[in-house]
Protein backbone atom coordinates (compact mmCIF):
# COMPACT_ATOMS: atom_id res chain seq x y z
CA UNK A 1 0.00 0.00 0.00
CA UNK A 2 0.84 3.45 -0.81
CA UNK A 3 3.26 4.45 2.32
CA UNK A 4 2.56 8.26 1.64
CA UNK A 5 -1.25 7.95 1.96
CA UNK A 6 -1.37 5.82 4.75
CA UNK A 7 0.51 8.38 6.86
CA UNK A 8 -1.52 11.06 5.48
CA UNK A 9 -4.58 10.74 7.99
CA UNK A 10 -3.68 10.13 11.96
CA UNK A 11 -6.65 8.13 13.24
CA UNK A 12 -9.33 9.91 14.66
CA UNK A 13 -11.75 9.07 18.11
CA UNK A 14 -14.75 11.10 18.43
CA UNK A 15 -17.80 11.03 20.87
CA UNK A 16 -20.79 9.17 19.01
CA UNK A 17 -23.86 9.89 21.04
CA UNK A 18 -23.33 9.63 25.05
CA UNK A 19 -22.88 6.16 24.54
CA UNK A 20 -20.33 5.85 21.32
CA UNK A 21 -17.46 6.29 20.08
CA UNK A 22 -16.19 6.51 16.96
CA UNK A 23 -12.73 5.41 15.97
CA UNK A 24 -12.19 7.22 12.13
CA UNK A 25 -9.50 5.61 9.69
CA UNK A 26 -9.76 8.80 6.89
CA UNK A 27 -12.51 11.46 5.94
CA UNK A 28 -12.89 10.02 2.49
CA UNK A 29 -13.14 6.49 1.51
CA UNK A 30 -10.08 5.03 0.11
CA UNK A 31 -8.46 1.03 0.20
CA UNK A 32 -6.30 1.48 3.24
CA UNK A 33 -8.74 3.39 5.43
CA UNK A 34 -10.93 0.78 4.73
CA UNK A 35 -8.69 -1.90 5.48
CA UNK A 36 -7.86 -0.58 8.61
CA UNK A 37 -11.41 0.03 9.90
CA UNK A 38 -12.57 -3.74 8.86
CA UNK A 39 -9.26 -4.65 10.48
CA UNK A 40 -9.93 -2.76 13.43
CA UNK A 41 -13.37 -3.64 14.43
CA UNK A 42 -12.05 -7.08 14.64
CA UNK A 43 -9.17 -6.22 17.07
CA UNK A 44 -11.35 -4.31 19.16
CA UNK A 45 -13.69 -7.45 19.46
CA UNK A 46 -11.01 -9.41 20.36
CA UNK A 47 -9.69 -7.00 23.06
CA UNK A 48 -13.16 -7.82 25.36
CA UNK A 49 -13.16 -4.43 26.74
CA UNK A 50 -15.64 -4.28 30.13
CA UNK A 51 -18.23 -2.17 29.21
CA UNK A 52 -18.09 -2.10 25.36
CA UNK A 53 -21.48 -3.87 24.15
CA UNK A 54 -21.02 -3.54 20.38
CA UNK A 55 -18.61 -2.72 17.94
CA UNK A 56 -19.06 -2.70 14.28
CA UNK A 57 -16.89 -1.27 11.03
CA UNK A 58 -18.29 1.58 8.91
CA UNK A 59 -16.56 2.52 5.36
CA UNK A 60 -13.36 3.53 7.01
CA UNK A 61 -14.34 4.22 10.66
CA UNK A 62 -15.38 2.16 13.91
CA UNK A 63 -18.02 2.11 15.98
CA UNK A 64 -17.83 1.22 19.24
CA UNK A 65 -20.69 1.45 21.64
CA UNK A 66 -20.05 1.39 25.53
CA UNK A 67 -21.90 1.90 28.76
CA UNK A 68 -21.12 5.43 29.51
CA UNK A 69 -21.73 4.68 33.39
CA UNK A 70 -19.60 2.42 33.74
CA UNK A 71 -16.99 2.75 31.75
CA UNK A 72 -15.28 6.48 31.47
CA UNK A 73 -15.34 8.21 28.09
CA UNK A 74 -11.65 9.01 28.50
CA UNK A 75 -10.74 5.41 30.02
CA UNK A 76 -12.25 3.79 26.89
CA UNK A 77 -10.18 6.44 24.58
CA UNK A 78 -7.04 5.41 26.05
CA UNK A 79 -7.89 1.65 25.80
CA UNK A 80 -8.61 2.34 21.91
CA UNK A 81 -5.44 4.70 21.61
CA UNK A 82 -3.07 2.01 22.64
CA UNK A 83 -4.63 -0.71 20.77
CA UNK A 84 -4.01 1.78 17.18
CA UNK A 85 -0.88 2.38 18.57
CA UNK A 86 -0.12 -1.68 18.21
CA UNK A 87 0.32 -1.58 14.41
CA UNK A 88 -0.31 0.30 11.00
CA UNK A 89 -3.59 -0.85 10.81
CA UNK A 90 -3.69 0.84 7.18
CA UNK A 91 -1.84 -1.83 5.57
CA UNK A 92 -4.02 -4.42 7.50
CA UNK A 93 -4.98 -7.43 5.22
CA UNK A 94 -8.61 -8.13 3.94
CA UNK A 95 -10.72 -10.34 5.64
CA UNK A 96 -10.07 -14.19 4.61
CA UNK A 97 -12.30 -16.32 2.32
CA UNK A 98 -13.38 -13.63 -0.17
CA UNK A 99 -15.47 -14.06 -3.02
CA UNK A 100 -16.20 -12.58 -6.43
CA UNK A 101 -19.87 -12.84 -7.74
CA UNK A 102 -21.51 -11.58 -10.42
CA UNK A 103 -24.84 -11.13 -9.94
CA UNK A 104 -27.51 -10.35 -13.41
CA UNK A 105 -28.83 -6.89 -12.97
CA UNK A 106 -31.51 -5.02 -15.49
CA UNK A 107 -30.14 -1.43 -16.03
CA UNK A 108 -32.78 1.29 -16.49
CA UNK A 109 -36.17 0.36 -17.55
CA UNK A 110 -39.30 0.63 -15.12
CA UNK A 111 -37.28 -1.32 -13.16
CA UNK A 112 -34.47 1.35 -11.91
CA UNK A 113 -35.88 4.41 -13.84
CA UNK A 114 -33.07 6.92 -12.60
CA UNK A 115 -30.51 5.48 -14.95
CA UNK A 116 -30.78 8.38 -17.11
CA UNK A 117 -30.78 10.58 -14.37
CA UNK A 118 -27.78 9.47 -12.67
CA UNK A 119 -25.72 9.32 -16.19
CA UNK A 120 -26.67 12.88 -16.25
CA UNK A 121 -25.21 13.74 -13.33
CA UNK A 122 -22.29 11.62 -14.25
CA UNK A 123 -21.99 13.65 -17.39
CA UNK A 124 -22.59 10.62 -19.25
CA UNK A 125 -24.96 9.07 -22.03
CA UNK A 126 -27.08 6.44 -20.63
CA UNK A 127 -25.34 4.03 -22.92
CA UNK A 128 -21.75 4.99 -21.40
CA UNK A 129 -23.44 4.57 -17.51
CA UNK A 130 -24.30 0.98 -18.16
CA UNK A 131 -21.24 0.00 -19.36
CA UNK A 132 -18.78 1.66 -16.83
CA UNK A 133 -21.09 0.11 -14.36
CA UNK A 134 -21.40 -2.87 -15.89
CA UNK A 135 -17.87 -3.07 -16.32
CA UNK A 136 -16.12 -2.00 -12.67
CA UNK A 137 -15.65 -5.07 -10.11
CA UNK A 138 -16.45 -3.69 -7.07
CA UNK A 139 -15.67 -4.79 -3.74
CA UNK A 140 -17.75 -4.66 -0.33
CA UNK A 141 -16.52 -2.28 1.95
CA UNK A 142 -18.90 -2.79 4.64
CA UNK A 143 -22.43 -3.69 5.53
CA UNK A 144 -24.63 -1.45 6.80
CA UNK A 145 -27.98 0.84 6.82
CA UNK A 146 -29.85 -2.51 6.85
CA UNK A 147 -29.44 -6.39 7.11
CA UNK A 148 -26.57 -7.69 4.80
CA UNK A 149 -26.82 -4.33 2.77
CA UNK A 150 -23.22 -3.94 0.91
CA UNK A 151 -21.66 -0.78 0.34
CA UNK A 152 -19.50 -1.04 -2.79
CA UNK A 153 -17.16 0.56 -4.67
CA UNK A 154 -15.08 2.57 -5.75
CA UNK A 155 -16.80 3.65 -9.16
CA UNK A 156 -14.70 5.40 -11.76
CA UNK A 157 -14.15 9.25 -10.33
CA UNK A 158 -17.27 10.52 -12.52
CA UNK A 159 -19.78 8.92 -10.49
CA UNK A 160 -18.56 10.74 -7.42
CA UNK A 161 -22.06 12.42 -7.86
CA UNK A 162 -24.27 13.83 -4.90
CA UNK A 163 -27.40 12.29 -3.22
CA UNK A 164 -30.45 13.35 -3.91
CA UNK A 165 -31.92 16.47 -1.77
CA UNK A 166 -35.19 14.91 -1.84
CA UNK A 167 -35.73 11.26 -0.69
CA UNK A 168 -36.94 8.48 -3.08
CA UNK A 169 -40.50 7.27 -1.25
CA UNK A 170 -39.32 3.64 -1.54
CA UNK A 171 -37.18 1.13 -3.83
CA UNK A 172 -37.71 -2.62 -3.78
CA UNK A 173 -35.09 -5.35 -2.36
CA UNK A 174 -32.63 -6.05 -4.45
CA UNK A 175 -32.43 -2.15 -6.09
CA UNK A 176 -28.96 -1.50 -7.09
CA UNK A 177 -28.26 2.65 -6.20
CA UNK A 178 -25.78 5.04 -7.01
CA UNK A 179 -24.00 7.95 -5.21
CA UNK A 180 -20.28 9.30 -4.24
CA UNK A 181 -18.56 6.87 -6.04
CA UNK A 182 -20.13 4.13 -4.63
CA UNK A 183 -23.04 1.52 -5.04
CA UNK A 184 -25.62 0.15 -2.67
CA UNK A 185 -27.12 -2.76 -3.13
CA UNK A 186 -30.95 -2.81 -1.14
CA UNK A 187 -31.37 -6.07 1.16
CA UNK A 188 -34.93 -4.53 1.97
CA UNK A 189 -37.21 -1.75 0.15
CA UNK A 190 -36.67 1.39 1.45
CA UNK A 191 -36.52 5.20 1.38
CA UNK A 192 -33.13 6.54 -0.05
CA UNK A 193 -31.64 9.43 -1.66
CA UNK A 194 -29.10 7.53 -3.56
CA UNK A 195 -30.26 7.23 -7.19
CA UNK A 196 -32.11 3.62 -8.72
CA UNK A 197 -30.08 2.74 -11.82
CA UNK A 198 -29.99 -1.38 -11.50
CA UNK A 199 -32.40 -3.92 -10.44
CA UNK A 200 -31.45 -7.49 -9.55
CA UNK A 201 -33.25 -10.46 -7.76
CA UNK A 202 -30.37 -11.01 -5.14
CA UNK A 203 -32.19 -11.98 -1.42
CA UNK A 204 -29.44 -10.50 0.77
CA UNK A 205 -31.05 -11.49 4.59
CA UNK A 206 -32.79 -14.56 5.24
CA UNK A 207 -33.83 -14.29 8.69
CA UNK A 208 -34.62 -17.56 8.63
CA UNK A 209 -31.74 -18.97 7.29
CA UNK A 210 -28.32 -20.54 9.18
CA UNK A 211 -26.37 -17.98 6.73
CA UNK A 212 -28.87 -15.46 6.45
CA UNK A 213 -26.39 -12.76 5.15
CA UNK A 214 -24.96 -13.30 1.62
CA UNK A 215 -22.44 -10.60 1.25
CA UNK A 216 -19.60 -10.33 4.12
CA UNK A 217 -16.57 -7.33 3.69
CA UNK A 218 -14.12 -8.35 0.90
CA UNK A 219 -16.27 -10.40 -1.03
CA UNK A 220 -15.68 -8.69 -4.93
CA UNK A 221 -19.26 -8.06 -7.23
CA UNK A 222 -19.69 -7.27 -10.93
CA UNK A 223 -23.52 -6.65 -12.01
CA UNK A 224 -23.75 -7.91 -15.00
CA UNK A 225 -26.14 -6.99 -17.42
CA UNK A 226 -29.69 -8.79 -17.90
CA UNK A 227 -32.92 -8.45 -19.55
CA UNK A 228 -35.92 -8.22 -17.43
CA UNK A 229 -36.80 -11.68 -18.65
CA UNK A 230 -33.73 -13.44 -16.96
CA UNK A 231 -34.55 -11.40 -13.78
CA UNK A 232 -37.81 -12.64 -13.71
CA UNK A 233 -36.18 -16.48 -14.59
CA UNK A 234 -34.39 -15.74 -11.68
CA UNK A 235 -37.50 -14.77 -9.11
CA UNK A 236 -37.36 -17.58 -7.34
CA UNK A 237 -33.43 -18.58 -6.60
CA UNK A 238 -32.14 -16.26 -3.60
CA UNK A 239 -28.83 -15.96 -5.23
CA UNK A 240 -30.64 -13.91 -7.80
CA UNK A 241 -28.28 -15.97 -10.90
CA UNK A 242 -25.38 -15.33 -9.42
CA UNK A 243 -22.23 -16.79 -10.05
CA UNK A 244 -20.08 -17.41 -7.39
CA UNK A 245 -16.05 -17.86 -7.09
CA UNK A 246 -13.32 -18.07 -4.46
CA UNK A 247 -10.22 -15.31 -4.71
CA UNK A 248 -7.41 -16.86 -3.95
CA UNK B 1 -55.02 -25.51 26.96
CA UNK B 2 -51.92 -24.41 25.83
CA UNK B 3 -50.98 -21.04 27.64
CA UNK B 4 -51.68 -18.28 24.77
CA UNK B 5 -53.13 -14.71 24.21
CA UNK B 6 -56.09 -14.98 21.04
CA UNK B 7 -55.49 -11.99 19.39
CA UNK B 8 -59.34 -11.34 17.93
CA UNK B 9 -58.75 -7.33 16.62
CA UNK B 10 -55.67 -5.42 17.18
CA UNK B 11 -53.92 -1.96 15.79
CA UNK B 12 -52.19 -1.82 12.81
CA UNK B 13 -48.55 -2.08 13.25
CA UNK B 14 -48.51 -3.50 16.95
CA UNK B 15 -45.50 -6.20 17.48
CA UNK B 16 -43.86 -8.16 19.96
CA UNK B 17 -40.72 -6.45 21.39
CA UNK B 18 -38.03 -7.54 24.08
CA UNK B 19 -35.06 -4.89 24.61
CA UNK B 20 -33.86 -6.09 20.59
CA UNK B 21 -31.02 -7.72 19.32
CA UNK B 22 -27.09 -6.52 19.97
CA UNK B 23 -24.14 -7.67 18.30
CA UNK B 24 -25.41 -7.71 14.33
CA UNK B 25 -24.90 -4.15 13.64
CA UNK B 26 -21.81 -5.07 11.66
CA UNK B 27 -24.24 -6.95 9.56
CA UNK B 28 -26.56 -4.11 9.04
CA UNK B 29 -29.09 -4.91 11.90
CA UNK B 30 -30.52 -2.25 14.39
CA UNK B 31 -30.69 -3.15 17.95
CA UNK B 32 -34.92 -2.53 17.55
CA UNK B 33 -36.67 -3.89 20.96
CA UNK B 34 -39.27 -1.90 22.64
CA UNK B 35 -39.42 1.91 21.30
CA UNK B 36 -40.06 2.73 25.14
CA UNK B 37 -37.52 0.87 27.36
CA UNK B 38 -38.43 2.40 30.46
CA UNK B 39 -42.17 0.94 29.90
CA UNK B 40 -40.47 -2.49 29.03
CA UNK B 41 -38.55 -2.33 32.46
CA UNK B 42 -41.88 -1.24 34.44
CA UNK B 43 -43.58 -4.21 32.88
CA UNK B 44 -41.43 -6.58 34.31
CA UNK B 45 -41.35 -4.90 37.57
CA UNK B 46 -44.74 -4.94 37.97
CA UNK B 47 -45.17 -8.23 37.24
CA UNK B 48 -41.42 -9.57 39.20
CA UNK B 49 -39.88 -11.12 36.51
CA UNK B 50 -37.14 -10.71 33.90
CA UNK B 51 -36.41 -7.71 31.80
CA UNK B 52 -35.67 -9.69 28.86
CA UNK B 53 -39.16 -11.06 28.76
CA UNK B 54 -41.24 -10.18 25.32
CA UNK B 55 -44.22 -7.88 25.48
CA UNK B 56 -46.77 -6.57 22.73
CA UNK B 57 -46.37 -2.59 21.69
CA UNK B 58 -49.75 -1.37 20.71
CA UNK B 59 -48.97 2.02 18.78
CA UNK B 60 -51.71 4.34 19.30
CA UNK B 61 -53.99 2.10 20.18
CA UNK B 62 -54.58 -1.56 21.52
CA UNK B 63 -56.94 -4.36 20.97
CA UNK B 64 -59.03 -6.80 22.05
CA UNK B 65 -57.53 -10.09 23.36
CA UNK B 66 -59.02 -13.31 25.13
CA UNK B 67 -56.72 -15.64 27.58
CA UNK B 68 -56.53 -19.14 26.71
CA UNK B 69 -55.56 -19.59 30.32
CA UNK B 70 -55.16 -17.88 33.62
CA UNK B 71 -52.31 -15.13 33.35
CA UNK B 72 -51.19 -12.41 34.73
CA UNK B 73 -51.01 -8.95 32.84
CA UNK B 74 -49.54 -5.82 32.97
CA UNK B 75 -49.99 -2.47 31.08
CA UNK B 76 -47.22 0.13 30.79
CA UNK B 77 -46.51 3.27 28.46
CA UNK B 78 -48.74 5.38 26.77
CA UNK B 79 -52.16 5.60 28.79
CA UNK B 80 -55.21 3.66 27.07
CA UNK B 81 -58.42 2.76 27.85
CA UNK B 82 -58.43 -0.61 29.15
CA UNK B 83 -61.47 -3.07 30.45
CA UNK B 84 -61.52 -6.66 31.07
CA UNK B 85 -64.54 -8.19 30.57
CA UNK B 86 -66.39 -4.80 31.18
CA UNK B 87 -64.92 -3.52 33.67
CA UNK B 88 -62.03 -0.57 33.49
CA UNK B 89 -58.62 -2.04 34.08
CA UNK B 90 -55.77 0.64 35.69
CA UNK B 91 -53.06 1.38 33.88
CA UNK B 92 -49.46 1.28 34.65
CA UNK B 93 -50.84 -1.46 36.69
CA UNK B 94 -50.87 -5.69 36.68
CA UNK B 95 -53.52 -7.80 37.00
CA UNK B 96 -55.28 -11.24 36.82
CA UNK B 97 -57.21 -12.21 33.69
CA UNK B 98 -59.51 -15.34 33.84
CA UNK B 99 -59.82 -18.00 31.22
CA UNK B 100 -62.00 -16.73 28.69
CA UNK B 101 -62.09 -13.12 30.09
CA UNK B 102 -61.90 -10.58 27.19
CA UNK B 103 -59.52 -7.69 27.77
CA UNK B 104 -60.34 -4.44 25.58
CA UNK B 105 -57.87 -1.75 24.80
CA UNK B 106 -58.66 1.13 23.24
CA UNK B 107 -56.88 4.45 21.80
CA UNK B 108 -54.08 6.70 23.44
CA UNK B 109 -54.98 8.96 25.81
CA UNK B 110 -51.58 10.87 25.37
CA UNK B 111 -48.54 9.34 24.35
CA UNK B 112 -47.90 7.05 21.47
CA UNK B 113 -46.77 3.37 22.51
CA UNK B 114 -48.85 0.88 25.33
CA UNK B 115 -47.93 -2.39 26.48
CA UNK B 116 -49.58 -5.20 27.17
CA UNK B 117 -46.74 -7.70 29.45
CA UNK B 118 -48.32 -11.16 30.17
CA UNK B 119 -46.48 -13.15 33.18
CA UNK B 120 -43.87 -15.36 31.82
CA UNK B 121 -43.65 -13.21 28.72
CA UNK B 122 -44.54 -13.76 24.93
CA UNK B 123 -42.69 -17.23 24.00
CA UNK B 124 -42.92 -15.84 19.90
CA UNK B 125 -39.85 -17.57 18.11
CA UNK B 126 -36.21 -16.20 18.68
CA UNK B 127 -34.21 -14.75 15.65
CA UNK B 128 -31.15 -13.60 15.18
CA UNK B 129 -31.36 -13.92 19.31
CA UNK B 130 -34.05 -11.96 20.24
CA UNK B 131 -37.99 -12.52 19.76
CA UNK B 132 -38.58 -8.40 19.03
CA UNK B 133 -39.87 -8.20 15.62
CA UNK B 134 -37.80 -5.73 13.37
CA UNK B 135 -40.16 -4.37 10.74
CA UNK B 136 -37.57 -2.54 8.86
CA UNK B 137 -35.25 -5.76 8.80
CA UNK B 138 -38.27 -7.86 7.68
CA UNK B 139 -37.61 -10.00 10.87
CA UNK B 140 -41.30 -11.30 12.25
CA UNK B 141 -43.96 -9.42 11.10
CA UNK B 142 -46.72 -7.49 12.75
CA UNK B 143 -49.49 -9.32 15.08
CA UNK B 144 -52.18 -9.70 12.91
CA UNK B 145 -56.27 -10.67 14.23
CA UNK B 146 -57.46 -14.32 14.62
CA UNK B 147 -53.19 -14.47 15.74
CA UNK B 148 -52.45 -16.49 18.66
CA UNK B 149 -49.20 -15.67 21.02
CA UNK B 150 -47.80 -18.35 22.85
CA UNK B 151 -47.10 -17.08 26.62
CA UNK B 152 -43.98 -18.73 28.55
CA UNK B 153 -44.60 -20.54 32.08
CA UNK B 154 -45.38 -17.70 34.98
CA UNK B 155 -43.24 -18.27 38.18
CA UNK B 156 -44.81 -15.53 39.99
CA UNK B 157 -48.26 -15.07 41.55
CA UNK B 158 -48.33 -11.43 42.72
CA UNK B 159 -50.80 -9.17 41.09
CA UNK B 160 -52.42 -5.58 41.70
CA UNK B 161 -49.67 -3.44 41.85
CA UNK B 162 -49.09 -0.14 40.44
CA UNK B 163 -46.64 2.41 39.57
CA UNK B 164 -47.18 6.02 39.85
CA UNK B 165 -48.09 7.26 36.75
CA UNK B 166 -44.94 9.48 34.93
CA UNK B 167 -44.83 12.75 32.89
CA UNK B 168 -43.11 11.11 29.93
CA UNK B 169 -46.21 11.13 27.48
CA UNK B 170 -46.72 14.86 26.03
CA UNK B 171 -43.82 15.67 24.46
CA UNK B 172 -41.51 18.66 26.41
CA UNK B 173 -37.92 19.24 26.36
CA UNK B 174 -35.24 16.86 25.04
CA UNK B 175 -31.62 16.62 26.11
CA UNK B 176 -29.00 15.96 23.50
CA UNK B 177 -25.37 15.89 22.84
CA UNK B 178 -23.43 17.12 20.80
CA UNK B 179 -22.05 14.26 17.60
CA UNK B 180 -19.24 14.39 15.59
CA UNK B 181 -21.19 15.85 12.85
CA UNK B 182 -22.30 18.85 14.86
CA UNK B 183 -19.84 20.65 13.34
CA UNK B 184 -21.26 20.53 9.75
CA UNK B 185 -23.65 22.60 11.00
CA UNK B 186 -22.51 26.43 11.96
CA UNK B 187 -23.48 27.83 15.31
CA UNK B 188 -26.25 30.18 13.93
CA UNK B 189 -28.09 27.20 12.74
CA UNK B 190 -27.62 25.11 16.10
CA UNK B 191 -29.11 27.38 18.11
CA UNK B 192 -31.88 27.98 15.60
CA UNK B 193 -32.65 24.48 15.84
CA UNK B 194 -32.39 24.61 20.22
CA UNK B 195 -34.70 27.53 19.49
CA UNK B 196 -37.00 25.98 17.20
CA UNK B 197 -40.62 24.34 18.62
CA UNK B 198 -41.32 20.61 16.67
CA UNK B 199 -43.85 19.18 15.58
CA UNK B 200 -44.42 15.36 15.62
CA UNK B 201 -44.96 14.31 12.11
CA UNK B 202 -48.29 11.99 12.28
CA UNK B 203 -46.13 9.07 10.34
CA UNK B 204 -43.82 8.64 12.84
CA UNK B 205 -42.83 4.98 13.37
CA UNK B 206 -40.37 3.14 14.91
CA UNK B 207 -37.47 3.85 12.86
CA UNK B 208 -38.05 7.54 13.11
CA UNK B 209 -39.85 10.77 12.95
CA UNK B 210 -39.86 13.40 10.73
CA UNK B 211 -39.77 16.95 13.17
CA UNK B 212 -42.17 19.38 11.69
CA UNK B 213 -41.23 23.26 12.31
CA UNK B 214 -42.26 26.60 10.99
CA UNK B 215 -39.39 28.57 8.87
CA UNK B 216 -36.40 27.48 7.36
CA UNK B 217 -34.84 23.99 7.34
CA UNK B 218 -31.14 23.20 8.72
CA UNK B 219 -29.42 22.28 5.77
CA UNK B 220 -25.44 22.37 5.71
CA UNK B 221 -23.65 22.98 2.79
CA UNK B 222 -21.16 19.95 3.34
CA UNK B 223 -24.24 17.94 3.85
CA UNK B 224 -24.40 15.81 0.36
CA UNK B 225 -21.29 14.32 -0.42
CA UNK B 226 -20.07 12.64 3.30
CA UNK B 227 -19.32 8.88 4.01
CA UNK B 228 -22.05 6.95 5.05
CA UNK B 229 -21.25 6.61 8.59
CA UNK B 230 -23.05 4.86 11.87
CA UNK B 231 -26.15 5.67 13.43
CA UNK B 232 -27.60 5.38 16.84
CA UNK B 233 -30.90 5.92 18.62
CA UNK B 234 -31.66 9.77 19.05
CA UNK B 235 -29.40 10.45 16.22
CA UNK B 236 -30.97 14.07 14.44
CA UNK B 237 -30.52 13.47 10.98
CA UNK B 238 -31.19 16.41 8.32
CA UNK B 239 -32.11 15.25 4.97
CA UNK B 240 -30.70 17.80 1.99
CA UNK B 241 -33.87 19.78 1.79
CA UNK B 242 -33.32 21.07 5.64
CA UNK B 243 -35.47 18.87 6.99
CA UNK B 244 -34.60 16.78 11.04
CA UNK B 245 -35.49 13.38 11.46
CA UNK B 246 -35.31 11.93 14.81
CA UNK B 247 -33.88 8.74 14.41
CA UNK B 248 -35.06 5.48 16.47
CA UNK B 249 -34.98 1.98 17.76
CA UNK B 250 -35.31 0.54 13.84
CA UNK B 251 -33.43 2.80 12.44
CA UNK B 252 -30.74 1.70 9.79
CA UNK B 253 -26.88 1.09 10.83
CA UNK B 254 -25.03 4.05 8.83
CA UNK B 255 -26.58 6.84 6.95
CA UNK B 256 -25.37 9.46 4.94
CA UNK B 257 -27.19 12.80 5.56
CA UNK B 258 -25.04 14.23 8.91
CA UNK B 259 -26.42 14.52 12.24
CA UNK B 260 -26.89 17.57 14.28
CA UNK B 261 -26.78 16.13 17.47
CA UNK B 262 -27.88 13.06 19.40
CA UNK B 263 -31.10 12.81 21.84
CA UNK B 264 -29.62 11.07 25.44
CA UNK B 265 -30.78 7.83 26.11
CA UNK B 266 -32.66 9.25 29.18
CA UNK B 267 -34.69 11.19 27.09
CA UNK B 268 -35.66 8.67 24.21
CA UNK B 269 -38.69 7.26 25.80
CA UNK B 270 -39.92 11.25 26.41
CA UNK B 271 -39.50 11.84 22.31
CA UNK B 272 -40.85 8.07 21.39
CA UNK B 273 -44.24 9.01 23.46
CA UNK B 274 -44.48 12.21 22.08
CA UNK B 275 -47.84 11.71 20.55
CA UNK B 276 -48.88 12.59 17.12
CA UNK B 277 -49.19 16.32 16.45
CA UNK B 278 -47.26 16.65 19.96
CA UNK B 279 -44.25 19.21 20.62
CA UNK B 280 -40.79 18.81 21.51
CA UNK B 281 -38.02 20.96 21.93
CA UNK B 282 -34.33 20.00 21.76
CA UNK B 283 -31.29 21.43 24.31
CA UNK B 284 -27.72 20.38 24.20
CA UNK B 285 -26.73 19.17 27.13
CA UNK B 286 -22.60 18.95 28.44
CA UNK B 287 -21.00 14.94 28.18
CA UNK B 288 -21.47 15.14 32.37
CA UNK B 289 -24.69 16.55 32.41
CA UNK B 290 -25.57 13.72 29.85
CA UNK B 291 -23.69 11.01 31.96
CA UNK B 292 -25.40 12.34 35.35
CA UNK B 293 -29.20 11.59 33.39
CA UNK B 294 -27.65 7.93 32.05
CA UNK B 295 -26.65 7.40 35.88
CA UNK B 296 -30.11 8.52 37.12
CA UNK B 297 -32.28 6.81 34.57
CA UNK B 298 -30.04 3.33 35.47
CA UNK B 299 -31.10 3.96 39.07
CA UNK B 300 -34.27 4.32 38.82
CA UNK B 301 -34.49 1.17 36.29
CA UNK B 302 -32.51 -0.48 39.59
CA UNK B 303 -35.70 0.90 41.99
CA UNK B 304 -38.39 0.18 39.68
CA UNK B 305 -39.48 -2.73 41.34
CA UNK B 306 -39.43 -0.85 45.00
CA UNK B 307 -42.07 1.70 43.87
CA UNK B 308 -44.82 -0.90 42.89
CA UNK B 309 -47.54 -0.29 45.44
CA UNK B 310 -50.52 -2.49 45.95
CA UNK B 311 -53.95 -1.11 43.57
CA UNK B 312 -56.38 -0.62 46.18
CA UNK B 313 -59.83 1.55 46.41
CA UNK B 314 -58.46 3.78 48.31
CA UNK B 315 -59.50 7.72 47.94
CA UNK B 316 -55.81 9.21 48.01
CA UNK B 317 -54.57 6.46 45.79
CA UNK B 318 -57.37 7.16 43.29
CA UNK B 319 -56.42 10.98 42.85
CA UNK B 320 -52.92 9.78 41.89
CA UNK B 321 -54.55 7.49 39.25
CA UNK B 322 -56.22 10.14 38.25
CA UNK B 323 -53.64 12.51 38.44
CA UNK B 324 -52.38 12.03 34.72
CA UNK B 325 -56.55 12.32 33.26
CA UNK B 326 -56.58 15.69 34.91
CA UNK B 327 -53.25 17.16 34.24
CA UNK B 328 -53.73 16.34 30.30
CA UNK B 329 -57.21 17.73 29.99
CA UNK B 330 -59.20 15.10 29.49
CA UNK B 331 -62.35 14.45 32.60
CA UNK B 332 -62.06 12.51 34.72
CA UNK B 333 -65.23 10.62 33.92
CA UNK B 334 -63.78 9.69 30.71
CA UNK B 335 -60.87 8.04 32.57
CA UNK B 336 -61.07 4.25 32.17
CA UNK B 337 -60.33 3.31 35.83
CA UNK B 338 -62.70 5.85 37.48
CA UNK B 339 -64.53 3.46 39.15
CA UNK B 340 -61.69 1.77 40.41
Partial sequence: MDAAISKSFEPLIRPAGLDGVLVSFGDALTEPANRAALAFATEVE??????????????????????????????????????????????????????????????????????????????????????????????????????????????????????????????????????????????????????????????????????????????????????????????????????????? | MTRALNVHRIAPGATVQDRGRTGYRAFGVSCGGAADRLALAEGAALLGQSIDCAALELPGSGGVFEATAPLRIAL????????????????????????????????????????????????????????????????????????????AEDTGTEVGLCLPQDTRFEGGMLRMVESFQTGFFDPPTRDRFAQTIFRRDARANRMGMRLESEGAGFSTSEGLNILSESILPGDIQITGDGTPYLLLVESQTTGGYPRLGTVIPADL?????????????????????????QRRMQDHLAQLSKLCRPLVRDPSQMRELLSYQLISGVTAGDAPFSEE
Wanted: with cysteine.
Fill in chain 1, 46 to 248: KAGIDGVEDCAPSLVSVFVQFDPVHLEFEALVDRLEALLRDRNWFDAAMPEGRRFIRVPTVYGTDLAPQLDEAAKAAGLSSEEAITQLAESRVRVQTIGFAPGQPYLGLLPEAWDIPRQTALTKAVPEGALVVAIRQLVLFSVSSPTGWRHVGQTALKLFRPDSDTPFFLRPGDEVQFVPATPDVLKHHADDPNGGAEIEAIR
Fill in chain 2, 76 to 151: TGAPMRAQMDGAPLAWSASHAVPVGARIEIGGALAGSYGYLHVGGGFQTPVRLGARSVHLAAGIGSAVQAQDVLPV
Fill in chain 2, 269 to 293: PRAVQTPAGGTMRFRFVSRDEAVQA
